[in-house]
């Protein structure tokens, strides 16, 4: 399963990098490879300063070796060994009317002293984080990924988009980071979902991706903006910042377990401000968006 | 000492915004009162789109009530009730300059069930961070915070200052957040320094903080800079973040114990960067910066 998910990702980030940089059409990818010293490494892609992608990084890497300490606790066991690999994947575009994306896949072994494998899942989703609320945009990307969802369970949609809806909650803010969509971890073998199911279920949303997200930025890439949207967009982008930075397990984990930071923080957006005590004004489109991120919302 | 220290943090506030305001000239400090639920509050000052200071906060608070539970575990400590209360400043400068300047003075109490105080102790720091280095106002800042240490015990500087460098360390970056200053906790009263003491010492620090960032500013606010120093700013200015709320302790304790957030985060920068893998020119000024940064330095 490692060979064949690691295949996956690497062939995702091709497919994904290949047609974001068609939309940019202005910059491209610029790659680093990175070499983990306890084992693994990583295909690090990010583009900056394009015509769309103001910032955006599709990375994937593949790490094993044994597990750091910080894991060890977290997981309650001791002594195991450990492979990881995913794809994480972060878009910032420039206009503001264009929503940051956030998606991720991953499988993760464990393994005991004697190489035997203890334990395996899969886990990931894929969000949406607006800073104007386009209802049509946000009910096609919930769309896109009920229809990978009901392809494998007719429950998925329902649960792993509420569990995306309680992850990704600013909870210093009392507000969710965006718009949701899905979210799973911890996915494991049954009799009724075998790994090779939940393989194929994690594919098939990973292949939705750039189906939910792209017709979203063709439609607003060329909306005209003003700079009053763009503060708000830099403001917004500053919960982003905090929501990775205070919340993220993924974040704190790489951040605690001596990940290559790059790479890890390419998730942060490029031009971000705080203003003390900032409120939108009564009536307005930037007060509707904060109004939708206080209580989720049934978008399809 | 509860009511003297909350006296004299009342006090100098008054001093400290005052003197800021005129040095800045442009903007004036706007003030927000707030009242915490569970007992006590706060007088929040903030200053922003100022000549000199792009953005700045010089607040205090005296909070008290049941020891919040996050607490209890921190201070492995069960039912308990407390006192606290503190002086909170960071200043964000626009120039750059001219250095950011962080400081906080604080005191705690906690008491049994019965009321009866069963611990005490006051805390603080003051800190430099720039965006180029003039060896001459880290010496100075330096040289005043050793002054004030001198008059109450020729160990104080040196302890504290190592204090400072190694809690302001930005671990997942190996760098220090900036040069350094005093930082000290937990300091409780013995035979040989009475709470009184304590008092006498942090309120010669607190007193002693314009003496050592006021000449600074005044002397740097009216450097030419250009959008290349000004990006720098920017950029290290998203060290100053990452270090907040990543590693802080004061800044995680206020957002997990629902104390005011907007308060809280006046701390972080107006207007930040975030660039994929920036390294500084060989030999620039950038560069040596994070050199100095790389190790802490004995400036006095």
Same mark, same amino acid.
């Given at each position: 399963?490692?060979?064949?998910?690691?295949? !996956?990702? +690497?062939?995702? /980030?091709?497919?994904?990098?290949? $047609?974001?940089?068609? &939309?940019?059409?202005?910059?491209?990818?610029?790659?680093?490879?990175?070499?983990?010293?306890?084992?693994?490494?990583?295909?690090?892609?990010?583009?900056?300063?394009?015509?769309?992608?103001? $910032?955006?990084?599709?990375? &994937?890497?593949?790490?094993?070796?044994?597990?750091?300490?910080?894991? +060890?606790? !977290?997981?309650?066991?001791?002594?195991?060994?450990?492979?990881?690999?995913?794809?994480?994947?972060?878009?910032?575009?420039?206009?503001?009317?264009?929503?940051?994306?956030?998606?991720?896949?991953?499988?993760?072994?464990? !393994?005991? $002293?004697?190489?035997?494998?203890?334990?395996?899942?899969?886990?990931?989703?894929?969000?949406?984080? @607006?800073?104007?609320?386009?209802?049509?945009?946000?009910?096609?990307?919930?769309?896109?990924?009920?229809?990978?969802?009901?392809?494998?369970? @007719?429950?998925?949609?329902?649960?792993?988009?509420?569990?995306?809806?309680?992850?990704?909650?600013?909870? *210093?803010?009392?507000?969710?980071?965006?718009?949701?969509?899905?979210?799973?971890?911890?996915?494991?073998?049954?009799?009724?979902?075998?790994?090779?199911?939940?393989?194929?279920?994690?594919?098939?949303?990973?292949?939705?991706?750039?189906?939910? !997200?792209? @017709?979203?930025?063709?439609?607003?890439?060329?909306? @005209?903006?003003?700079?009053? *949207?763009?503060?708000? /967009?830099?403001?917004?982008?500053?919960?982003?910042?905090?929501?990775?930075?205070?919340?993220?397990?993924?974040?704190?984990?790489?951040?605690?377990?001596?990940?290559?930071?790059?790479?890890?923080?390419?998730?942060?957006?490029?031009?971000?401000?705080?203003?003390?005590?900032?409120?939108?004004?009564?009536?307005?489109?930037?007060?509707?968006?904060?109004?939708?991120?206080?209580?989720?919302?049934?978008?399809?």
């Amino acid at each position: 399963m490692k060979e064949k998910f690691h295949q !996956y990702i +690497q062939d995702l /980030q091709n497919t994904i990098t290949s $047609k974001l940089e068609d &939309i940019d059409g202005g910059a491209k990818f610029k790659e680093d490879l990175w070499e983990r010293a306890e084992g693994g490494g990583g295909r690090t892609r990010v583009i900056q300063n394009g015509a769309v992608f103001e $910032k955006g990084g599709v990375n &994937i890497s593949a790490v094993h070796g044994e597990l750091p300490e910080t894991m +060890q606790d !977290y997981f309650k066991v001791n002594d195991a060994n450990f492979f990881a690999c995913g794809l994480s994947l972060v878009l910032h575009p420039k206009n503001p009317m264009v929503p940051t994306a956030h998606a991720n896949w991953r499988y993760f072994e464990m !393994y005991d $002293k004697s190489g035997a494998i203890v334990d395996q899942w899969f886990g990931g989703g894929q969000d949406l984080t @607006p800073y104007y609320l386009f209802e049509e945009d946000v009910v096609h990307f919930h769309n896109t990924c009920k229809i990978a969802c009901d392809k494998h369970s @007719p429950v998925f949609y329902n649960d792993f988009k509420k569990k995306c809806d309680s992850y990704f909650w600013n909870a *210093h803010r009392n507000e969710a980071r965006g718009v949701g969509g899905l979210f799973f971890d911890y996915c494991k073998g049954s009799e009724q979902m075998t790994m090779q199911n939940w393989y194929a279920f994690v594919a098939e949303v990973g292949n939705s991706f750039l189906e939910a !997200y792209v @017709p979203i930025v063709e439609k607003r890439k060329d909306l @005209p903006y003003t700079d009053r *949207h763009r503060n708000w /967009q830099e403001i917004r982008r500053g919960r982003y910042v905090e929501f990775n930075l205070v919340h993220d397990k993924g974040t704190l984990f790489g951040l605690k377990t001596n990940g290559r930071i790059e790479s890890i923080l390419m998730s942060l957006p490029p031009h971000v401000q705080w203003v003390y005590n900032h409120q939108p004004e009564s009536g307005s489109e930037e007060e509707q968006l904060l109004k939708v991120l206080k209580k989720p919302i049934e978008w399809v």
